[in-house]
């Protein structure tokens, strides 16, 4: 896909120089485009009210309103866009001003074309990785907020362990049940069904060996309403029966 240009303000009251940064830039074969000239700050201020661009190359030394006022004045703009001075004089002053205000750069003219594609250059890569640090920042707030959704769903299961469905759940937090299935299964390991059956299964076991419940009581705590299935299941998780778990673990306890 090709990028679309970014939109570049001139802000230079010589017209030859003008020029010759439209061809500069145009040699640098980068996506930038000069979409507006300005004569002076005071000007380029007037412009930039009712319009948004991408970068600003800005002249140091201009009537009316010069450059370092200008990017002073910037300031007040909410979308403040960022400068490139460029300056005639070698004037060290200026140019400590200028970054301490926030230039980006300060290039001398005549501006040559690998100093231009430099910059611009440098200012690209920025603001790719700017790009990718807001998209992963993205990409790690969704994952939380899906983390958290599971930690609270994961809390409504173990407190009714026996008497909770996957479409209860994702009513609770309004989540399409399809979507919870999977964030779940990404989160736990486990599919739902799985780690409800689990879950049951270990406070049945708990159930069986801890309290003087009837078998009966017990499954229907835990939302079987068919004891057979019940008591099957728990054999086939624990390889003995309800009866003969209780049997075992009263008598480990009485040898302890």
Request: proline share 3%; hydrophobic share 40%; glycine share 6%.
């Amino acid at each position: 896909m090709t990028q679309s240009p970014y939109k570049v303000l001139v802000v230079e009251d010589e017209r030859w120089v003008r020029v010759v940064l439209r061809e500069v830039l145009r040699e640098t074969e980068l996506p930038f485009q000069i979409v507006q000239e300005c004569t002076n700050g005071l000007e380029a201020l007037d412009w930039l009210q009712g319009h948004t661009v991408d970068m600003v190359l800005a002249d140091v030394k201009m009537p009316v309103m010069d450059g370092v006022s200008f990017i002073e004045r910037l300031a007040d703009l909410k979308n403040r866009p960022p400068v490139v001075f460029i300056s005639g004089y070698d004037d060290f002053h200026a140019a400590r001003k200028a970054l301490r205000c926030g230039v980006i750069d300060y290039l001398m003219k005549p501006v040559e074309v690998e100093e231009m594609a430099k910059t611009l250059g440098k200012w690209m890569e920025e603001q790719e990785r700017k790009q990718e640090a807001s998209q992963g920042s993205s990409a790690l707030g969704m994952e939380e907020g899906k983390s958290e959704i599971i930690e609270r769903v994961l809390q409504l299961i173990h407190e009714r362990p026996g008497h909770v469905s996957l479409t209860e759940l994702a009513a609770q937090v309004h989540m399409n049940a399809s979507y919870l299935s999977q964030y779940f299964k990404q989160h736990t390991g486990r599919n739902f069904t799985d780690y409800v059956a689990g879950l049951r299964m270990e406070e049945a076991k708990m159930l069986v060996a801890r309290t003087s419940l009837r078998i009966s009581e017990i499954a229907e705590r835990l939302g079987y309403s068919d004891i057979a299935y019940f008591s099957s299941t728990f054999k086939r998780t624990t390889g003995k029966s309800p009866l003969d778990f209780r049997k075992q673990e009263l008598l480990q306890r009485s040898i302890l």
